[in-house]
């Protein structure tokens, strides 16, 4: 009889992304610690543009990863999440819940993507002291001046601050 082969258990984590906050980073890391592989796969809808492209998102996340260990980053555009899991090869994905209210959004994804393909959806609870971070208070708290240091890294504010600046015609595009 063959000895069984170890099999890599690899999860992804999905999510707009625009931009990465402290949130998803605190999910992401902790999915590494529950899985061999972490792919963060940047969904994008089309008719939603968002303040960053794609390609500004994963720059960002690259640069707020900061080359951890066994995260790969991707992006994921007109596909079904489970089609990607499936071609990645996927057991699960993992999401951070903050509230009942993340539930309430989270949970009918998680039961349309198990009866798609039987894909399992992995919930962390949040760090509490991250509860209130989301992108989008993020953009609308700095949008109107507030500072969201320490809500997201450095260079995701500064690059915020600048597509702010860039929109309201402060600075060169
Ligand atoms: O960060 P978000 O915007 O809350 O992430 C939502 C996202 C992108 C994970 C979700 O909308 C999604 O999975 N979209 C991909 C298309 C898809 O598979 N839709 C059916 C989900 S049940």
């Given at each position: ?53 794609p390609a500004e998102r994963i720059d960002l996340l690259e640069a707020s990863l900061d080359g951890a260990p066994r995260v790969r980053i991707a992006e ?98």
């Open positions: 009889m063959t000895a069984p082969t170890a099999s890599l258990r690899r999860c992804v984590c999905p999510g707009s992304y625009d931009p990465v906050t402290h949130g998803h980073l605190d999910v992401v890391h902790r999915a590494t610690e529950l899985f061999d592989e972490v792919v963060v796969a940047v969904l994008t809808n089309p008719a939603k543009p968002g303040l960053f492209t994921v555009s007109g596909a079904l999440l489970v089609d990607f899991c499936r071609a990645v090869e996927a057991v699960a994905v993992v999401k951070g819940l903050r509230s009942g209210t993340d539930f309430a959004y989270e949970l009918p994804m998680a039961l349309m993507n198990r009866h798609l393909t039987g894909l399992e959806t992995v919930f962390l609870p949040g760090d509490p002291r991250l509860e209130h971070v989301s992108s989008s208070l993020v953009k609308e708290v700095a949008g109107l001046g507030g500072d969201v240091t320490g809500l997201v890294p450095d260079v995701v504010r500064d690059r915020l601050l600048d597509r702010l600046a860039e929109r309201r015609g402060e600075r060169g595009a």
